[in-house]
């Protein structure tokens, strides 16, 4: 299975921009459909983004469409989140999610529960 580890989040201040990596690890990341989460105190876990294996093909929400871009590098086994523009509200732990390209379904699923692999997270926090 796939090991996967987030890095890039920090403190900025509103308006300003970080790009989130999350590497692979135990298997190549080509066998899988990617999503990016966050997470807000006291809040359920949103989904932000979605890239199909490939890469060819990408999903956001409308909360976030226009400000984040979601990417990936097969070769490097790693799926990048740019954040733009950033608000207060965007502060939350970001993670990303793997599941299976063979699965069912739509490669952009929004619900948590349909990603097996999960990051540990990292923090962005955003200030006004």
């Known amino acids: 299975q796939v090991q996967l580890v987030e890095s890039g989040g920090g403190l900025v201040q509103a308006g300003g921009s970080l790009r989130l990596s999350c590497a692979a690890s135990?298997?190549?990341?080509?066998?899988?459909?990617l999503g990016w989460f966050r997470q807000a105190p006291g809040k359920e876990r949103e989904f932000v983004a979605a890239?199909?294996?490939?890469?060819?093909?990408?999903y956001y929400p409308d909360s976030v469409k226009g400000r984040f871009t979601i990417s990936r590098d097969n070769a490097k086994n790693t799926v990048y989140l740019q954040v733009n523009s950033l608000k207060p509200e965007d502060t939350a732990v970001y993670y990303c999610?793997?599941?299976?390209?063979?699965?069912?379904?739509?490669?952009?699923?929004?619900?948590?529960?349909?990603?097996?692999?999960w990051g540990q997270g990292t923090q962005v926090t955003v200030s006004s």
């Open positions: 135990g298997r190549t990341l080509s066998s899988y459909n």
């Open positions: 890239i199909s294996w490939s890469g060819d093909n990408s």
């Open positions: 999610a793997a599941r299976s390209r063979y699965s069912s379904g739509n490669y952009y699923s929004t619900e948590v529960k349909l990603y097996p692999y």
